[in-house]
Nanobody, 122 residues
Framework: QVQLVESGGGWVQTGGSLRLSCAASESTFSTNAMAWFRQAPGKQREFVAAISWPGGRTYYSDFVKGRFTISRDNAKNTVYLQMNSLKPEDTAVYYC???????????????WGQGTQVTVSS
């Protein structure tokens, strides 16, 4: 069974940067698309970014385009989310997900991490 472990969350001021990492425990990472979703208090989980296998295509939600970059290191079974120009509205728990296709729909992803908190102060 694939296990996903996120890291890199924390507290940052508006305009700052963070890099999230998600390490997969098994080689099935090598055939899966990877994605990041987020969930703020009282809101539904929403798509942030996705990357295909082995990494030729990336997709972003409109609210992070130009600020966030998703990438993957297939040798390390790890996917990253570089977040720049952070805003208070980016505050949420960020989840890593793995699935057969890089889509914006959460139900297409079979495996999920436990989440990492990102807090952006104004």
């Amino acid at each position: 069974q694939v296990q996903l472990v996120e890291s890199g969350g924390g507290w940052v001021q508006t305009g700052g940067s963070l890099r999230l990492s998600c390490a997969a425990s098994e080689s099935t990472f090598s055939t899966n698309a990877m994605a990041w979703f987020r969930q703020a208090p009282g809101k539904q989980r929403e798509f942030v970014a996705a990357i295909s296998w082995p990494g030729g295509r990336t997709y972003y939600s409109d609210f992070v385009k130009g600020r966030f970059t998703i990438s993957r290191d297939n040798a390390k079974n790890t996917v990253y989310l570089q977040m720049n120009s952070l805003k208070p509205e980016d505050t949420a728990v960020y989840y890593c997900a793995a699935g057969e296709a890089a889509t914006t729909t959460a139900t297409w992803y079979n495996y999920w991490g436990q989440g990492t908190q990102v807090t952006v102060s104004s």
